[in-house]
Structure formats: C-alpha cells, structure tokens
C-alpha cells in the first residue's frame, strides 16, 4: 500500500464503520415503529376478546351472588312465619339460628359479613364483628367502608315491607379479582385488568387482577387528568387503541362494562413488554442488513473502481493515439514545406515552372496545417468551455464559396471537385470562422474517405426558419450503427480502421461542438449519389441584421 492510498483506504474504512453504526441503530427503532403498526391490531384485539371474557366471568360471579342474597332472604321469610316452641322468643331463636348460617358463609364464601333486616331495618342477625349494614336499598352497591376498603353489598328481599331483607358484603382484598379474571394469568408481567370506580369528580383502581404488584385503591386521579383508558371506560366505551397507562407507561389497552354491577373495566399491557421479544430479533436483522449494504457498497465500489481504472486506461490509449495521429498529419506536410523550402533556399528549381509548383506545394501543406492547427485549438478551447461564442450573423453563400476556394490545392491533389449547390442568398446566425472552420473540417473528412475523383457537394437550403447545410461525398457512406458515436472525440468506424485512414479524430467532434455552440443541429445521412451527407442547421437571419452587425463594428 502507498503512502498515497493509505490514507484514502483508512477514510474508506472509517466511513464503513460510521455506515454500519448509523444501519444498526437506526434500524431497531424504525422496525418498532413498523411493529407497532402490525402488532396493534392483533393485541388489541386480543385484549377487547379479553375484556369481554372477563366481564362475563365477573358478571356471572355477580349474579350469583345476587341468587345467593336472594335466596337467603327465602329462607329467613319462611323461618319467621313458621310456629315458635313455647318459652322461646322469636327473635332470639332466629339470630342464634341464623347467625350460626351467616357465619359459615363468611368461612366457605366470598363475604366478610352479612345482616338479616327485619321491619324498618331492624337487624335480626349478623356475623360475628359486623357493625350496621350501610345499604339498605335492594340491588348491587360498590361503595368504600369505614375504613376506605372498597366493598359490594349484595342486598335482596321478598314480600312486602315487613319480609326480611339480606345484605351480603364481600371485600376486595388486593388479589381477590385474579380469580374472576382467568385472561389475567400467562406469561406476561404488565398486563392488568382493573375495575374502575367513580366518586365525585376522581376515579381509583377498585378491583385489579395483575402480576407485577397491585394498585387497588392507592392512587385516584381527577377524571379530567385520568389516563385515557380509565377516561374512555368512565364514558362507558367499548374501545381499544394504544394510549398512556395507569403506570405511566406507553399501554395496549381495552375498555368494557360489567352490566350487573355498573362498572368500567379496562385491560392494559406495556408496549415494551408486547416489543421486547422484537428487540433482540431487530437488532440482529439491523446488523445482517448493515453487513449487506455495505457489502454491497463495496462491490459497488469495486466496480466503479474498476471502470474508473478501465476508463482512465482507456484515456491513456486515446491520448497516445491522439499525439501519434495529430504527429503523422503535422509530419507529413511539414515535411512537405521544409523539403521544397530547401529546394528553392539551394536553387535546385531549373525554371519558373519548377518554382511555382513548389510554392503551390508550400501553400497547400501550410492550408492543411492551419486547418490541423485549428481543429486541435478549437478541440481544447471547446473541451475547456471558457470562451462563448459571439452568435455573429455569416454570409452562407460567401463562406462555402471561400471554403471551396481555400481547399482548392487540397482538392487538386485528390483530383477531386467540389462544388457549390445553393439556389439563393443565405446568411445564418452563426460566426463566420466557425462555419469555415466547420465546413473545411468536412470537406477534408469527405476527401479522406470518398475516391480519389470523386465529386463533392456543399449545398445550403431554408427549412423553417433554419438554414440547412449539408456536404456529399461518393464514399462508402456512414453504417447506421455508428452514427451516433461518429461525433465522438477519437470515435473510429470500421471503413477507418479498415482503410488505415490516419487522422486526429477530433474533426466531426469539433464540428458538432461548434454548431451546437451556435444553437444548431448536426446530422448523417446517405447522400443521393451514394455516399454520406453530413447536415448541420443553424437558425435562420435576415441580410439586414448582417448588415446592422457589420456597421456596428
């Protein structure tokens, strides 16, 4: 390793790992953020399932209770109406007798006390230790006792006013819903079933079926301050969503009522605890998938790598073939000038004849050179970008008519013709050494390519409001394959390579560069006689902007 790629290998390295990092830790939270979309729907559902089974069970468990009241005040009606033995008051007969019953109740049953009333609710019996009964009214009442408990005073009679009633009272001890809540038990330890009470303007857990402790009673909220589930149960809604709990923890939640006693009943489990089992899972996907994009952004970089390398080799390749190409055209007529320089410097020519022909020869090669020259300072100044061209107004006519004029010895060599087809006057707005430049550049690559006597065409006609030039040859014409890479720098076809056409494979590229820095087209196609038309358009000018233009300088 160099000392060059060191520190650009340890850059790359450093980014990686950053990479890594950054898929690792952010995969974990947008997944749960994703899980939590999948997963609300089942839990929830789940939950309301949950909620319903459990007001059944505590309903049923009511209703019994209830019977058990009822049934009981039966009793009692028929002992009071049955013949007393003599010598025995009634009344001291049906509290021995029934205080005996009431208190195996409170042993084998659910209550912690139970009274007998009797007319105006004097209290015929009662368990051992149990004060007054504070309801009185038939019916089911959940209320708090002396001594802040909560309580459920089951109270029923028979008959008229003078029948006894039954006041049965169970206490909710913390615990004691966990059996009446058979969906409370699993393998969870947030999930909670809670039954709600109101009293005034505050609502507190009454009873609550749950592992992980228990909060009957020990904390009340305002209702306007309540969570939303203990807000949604008070309004006596059947609902479900995910909201924050009791506990002050993102919840799951369900909300029902238990008919027979009148109360909301709310179903809660942690978000992190429905989640956690995701997290180990989450963070071993989040590493695979940091493991596959940065393989992937390695391969990808190995291959831009390598076609950067393949590219820069292949640049290497064009370069030298340019220098050679660009140093056999410059050789060859420099040549061509030194050797009959010599010749007149020595006074070899025997007569004028001999000296006007190597004074044409010197004339030639040097108009060969200056279109050489031009075309590579044109290529590198249009490959830079740095100068704009001026959208001058041309003289079409006159321009083809010089380009005739000045390739005039280079044509002669060729014995080739060329000659202007233009039915009238046309000016473009275009730089008039451009379109020369231009011109001459396709008329020469029309003499490279055509036979050696072929004839030339440079024609010119409005289409619209643009004027169209065109160049024909007699060549073998252009393969549709390769016209659109033919004004590619260095591109060569097959009739080049082929034929052993030299050249410096930048002429077409500075044609196209130059008219489409005049807001023109170019274009190939087969010419009439066979052989290809090259097409370059430009936006059409009136003779007396040309004018204006020429005065103005």
Do not use: C
């Not at 909060?215 to 209702?223: D, E, M």
């Not at 950067?308 to 030298?320: F, I, P, S, W």
């Not at 720098?489 to 077409?508: H, N, V, Y």
Request: hydrophobic share 45%.
């Amino acid at each position: 390793m160099t000392r060059a790629m060191a520190p650009r290998t340890l850059r790359q390295l450093a980014l990686y790992i950053l990479s890594g990092a950054v898929i690792i830790a952010a995969y974990p939270p947008v997944m749960r953020r994703f899980l939590r979309r999948e997963v609300f729907e089942q839990v929830t559902l789940g939950m309301a399932n949950a909620v319903a089974i459990t007001a059944g069970e505590v309903d049923t468990w009511s209703q019994v209770h209830r019977v058990q009241a009822l049934t009981l005040a039966r009793v009692a009606q028929l002992e009071l109406e049955a013949p007393m033995l003599p010598g025995r008051s009634r009344e001291a007969a049906f509290a021995e007798r029934f205080g005996a019953t009431m208190d195996s109740l409170t042993t084998v049953g659910d209550f912690s006390a139970a009274w007998i009333l009797g007319r105006g609710n004097v209290v015929l019996a009662r368990t051992r230790g149990a004060g007054e009964p504070s309801s009185t009214v038939l019916g089911t009442h959940v209320h708090r006792d002396a001594e802040a408990r909560v309580v459920i005073d089951f109270v029923a009679g028979v008959g008229d006013s003078l029948a006894p009633h039954v006041v049965l009272r169970t206490t909710l001890e913390p615990g004691f819903f966990r059996r009446l809540n058979p969906t409370a038990l699993g393998e969870t330890h947030t999930i909670r079933s809670s039954i709600l009470l109101r009293r005034g303007d505050s609502v507190f857990v009454a009873i609550s079926a749950e592992k992980a402790g228990n909060i009957v009673g020990a904390q009340a909220w305002p209702i306007a301050d309540a969570p939303i589930p203990m807000r949604l149960a008070l309004d006596s809604s059947v609902t479900r969503g995910l909201a924050m709990g009791s506990r002050g923890a993102q919840v799951y939640y369900a909300t029902g009522s238990i008919p027979s006693l009148g109360l909301p009943i709310v179903r809660e489990i942690d978000e992190s605890e429905v989640l956690m089992p995701f997290r180990g899972q989450t963070l071993l996907e989040g590493i695979f998938l940091a493991a596959l994009v940065l393989l992937l952004a390695y391969l990808l970089q190995s291959l831009w790598n390598a076609a950067q390398l393949r590219r820069e080799r292949e640049l290497m390749r064009v370069r030298d073939d340019f220098v050679s190409s660009v140093s056999h055209e410059l050789r060859t007529p420099l040549t061509q000038i030194r050797m009959y320089a010599e010749l007149l410097r020595s006074g070899s020519m025997s007569g004028e004849e001999d000296t006007a022909r190597a004074l044409r020869v010197i004339e030639k090669e040097a108009r060969r050179l200056a279109i050489l020259v031009d075309n590579v300072l044109n290529f590198s100044r249009l490959r830079r970008r740095t100068e704009e061209m001026n959208g001058m107004v041309a003289d079409v006519t006159e321009e083809v008519h010089q380009v005739i004029d000045a390739f005039g010895p280079l044509a002669a060599e060729r014995a080739m013709t060329v000659r202007a087809e233009i039915a009238e006057p046309l000016h473009a707005r275009v730089d008039s050494l451009a379109l020369r430049q231009l011109l001459l550049n396709l008329v020469e690559n029309a003499a490279k390519y055509g036979p050696k006597g072929q004839q030339v065409v440079i024609g010119a006609d409005v289409a619209g409001h643009r004027v169209r030039i065109w160049v024909d040859d007699q060549g073998p014409g252009v393969p549709v394959a390769e016209r659109s890479h033919l004004w590619e720098p260095f591109f060569r076809g097959a009739t080049a390579s082929a034929q052993e056409i030299t050249g410096s494979g930048i002429g077409l590229s500075v044609v196209r560069d130059l008219v489409v820095r005049h807001g023109g087209d170019v274009a190939v196609t087969d010419a009439p006689s066979g052989g290809a038309r090259f097409i370059v358009s430009f936006p059409r000018a009136e003779p007396q902007l040309r004018q204006r233009m020429m005065r103005a300088r």
